[in-house]
């Protein structure tokens, strides 16, 4: 029996440290494998932290994605993909003693769960509005679940032709668009991105705008460096006719095919344009010659065959084109190659006059031809200063034309005193029609009224860069400076129809 305790314990001591040894090396270590690529292209991302839950090992994806954990003690762990731009990925992993697990991880852009923006809808003008300015601010309204910044691209087409206006990187959900033409239908879209998603269309929106008014007079302003063409019907309402982004001045009325002339800058030469009185329709006239001289803001041209043609110089010579741009014929070259430089006709008898003058535009003659191009009557010969602004009554029996009575020259052609004067071509004589007119200003481009009991005409300082204002008086009043009305101010080239 004394022996018998003392064998007990000492079992009991070799089980307890056999169980203590067991235990000990169950718990091994093993190694997590993987690789991490692009989600939908299996395209390597390089750096990618990889981590784990429990605590082990950190590592980063090589060049080609993968990645390796050794030594990680067996157990159950949570393995995370963790890079800056892209979404965060967990996946599961057992690890075993001296055993390799092997995690693919697909990672998408961090954005892949951003929701894309909702369709814009239109707040004005409302879906098929009638009657609306041609000048108006769109407005429509757009959200983002994740309250993204959202950009929009407004698209605005008409139905009369291919013309698409596009308005881009528009910031704000209104935006304002000027010199819409009059009378038409248009259609409008909104795209909106979140630079996220791909972008959004709101339906396709349409509206008509009111019908053009009435208007007789035409003129140019200077916008932007261009020469833009506006008209007005006098009583305050203004519309702009002409594109600020294109040179277009010296615009003409003709009443018999309701058409407006003008001339614009196309590829550095002047070309003869028309268009409708709203200016819808701009058409090239003119190609192969084009109008030319020694100032082409001063260069005058006209209407001729009761608006069928018109006649336009070209240095020395007078050329005539029908207003489809078709029958381009030479009617008239100067014999002592002068420049033409400006050119009226009166379609009653048949004649047309003439302003010629060297290539600085001085050593002025004013005289008619046929309209077979014989010379009829000299009204001026080899003038000294400038002379400008020929326009004929409608009965062919007064000549309106300006000439600068201080006969200045120089190479600015700058005018110091010029004077508005009529010419009757039954007796000869000539009348100063500015005699009242302020001291150190010059009256130009004289052109009669449709009834021709009053001109319009420009008047502006001759420091040559003051504004220039245009003017209306009676034929009868110009010498009385108090009856001068100002009709447009920082206007010029004018034309009353």
């Known amino acids: 029996m004394k022996f018998i305790k003392p064998l007990i314990l000492l079992l009991l001591l070799i089980s307890a440290v056999g169980c203590s040894e067991d235990t000990i090396g169950a718990f091994g270590n093993g190694t997590i494998t993987g690789r991490v690529v692009k989600d939908g292209s299996n395209e390597p991302i390089e750096n990618v932290k990889i981590s784990t839950n429990p605590a082990s090992t950190t590592v980063f994806s090589d060049a080609d994605g993968n990645f390796i954990l050794k030594d990680v003690p067996e157990g159950e762990y949570s393995v995370q993909a963790q890079k800056d731009g892209l979404l965060t990925k967990f996946e599961g992993a ?18 892949a769960n951003n929701r894309q923006p909702s369709a814009p809808e239109a707040i004005f003008p409302e879906d098929n509005a009638t009657d609306v300015d041609v000048s108006l601010q769109f407005a429509w309204t757009s959200t983002d679940p ?8 407004l698209e605005l087409r008409n139905d009369i032709n291919n013309s698409v206006l596009k308005f881009q990187d528009i910031q704000d959900t209104t935006y304002t668009v000027n010199g819409l033409q009059n009378g038409l239908k248009y259609f409008w879209q909104i795209k909106v991105t979140d630079s996220v998603n791909n972008p959004v269309l709101s339906k396709v929106y349409s509206f008509e705008t009111s019908q053009f008014p009435k ?21 305050g309402g203004e519309y702009q006719l002409t594109s600020s982004s294109v040179n277009s001045f010296r615009p003409r009325k003709n009443n018999a095919t309701n058409k407006v002339a003008f001339l614009r800058t196309v590829g550095g030469q002047t070309q003869l344009f028309t268009m409708d009185p709203d200016g819808s329709r701009q058409t090239q006239i003119t190609n192969n010659v084009p109008v030319n001289g020694f100032n082409l803001e001063k260069i005058g041209y006209s209407w001729i065959d ?31 190659l002068k420049f033409i430089s400006g050119v009226a006709v009166n379609e009653v008898n048949k004649f047309i006059t003439l302003l010629t003058t060297n290539v600085n535009g001085y050593d002025g003659s004013v005289f008619t031809i046929d ?14 200063g400038a002379i400008g602004g020929l326009d004929i009554s409608v009965d062919g029996k007064t000549l309106l034309y300006s000439k600068d009575i201080s006969e200045f020259e120089n190479g600015n052609y700058r005018q110091l005193d010029a004077h508005i004067f009529s010419y009757n071509f039954s007796t000869g004589r000539t009348i100063d029609l500015s005699q009242g007119k302020p001291s150190g200003f010059n009256d130009l481009d004289p052109r009669f009224s449709p009834n021709e009991a009053s001109i319009i005409f420009t008047n502006t300082s001759n420091d040559g860069v003051s504004p220039i204002n245009i003017y209306m008086v009676g034929v009868n009043d110009m010498n009385a400076e108090s009856q001068r009305l100002e009709l447009f101010q920082n206007a010029f080239m004018p034309d009353w129809e």
Request: charged share 25%; net charge negative.
């Open 94 to 111: 057992t690890v075993r003693q001296s055993a390799e697990v092997n995690v693919i991880f697909e990672l998408k852009p961090q954005t």
């Open 146 to 153: 994740e309250g993204d910044d959202l950009t929009y691209e």
């Open 215 to 235: 208007t007789r007079y035409y003129y140019v302003r200077k916008v932007s460096g261009n020469n833009v063409i506006f008209s007005s019907d006098g009583a």
């Open 306 to 336: 009761d608006g069928t043609a018109l006649v336009y110089p070209n240095f020395s010579k007078l050329y005539k084109i029908n207003i489809n741009g078709g029958g381009n014929e030479l009617i008239y070259e100067t014999p002592n």
């Open 371 to 384: 309209y077979t191009g014989n010379k009829r009557t000299t009204i001026l010969d080899n003038q000294k």
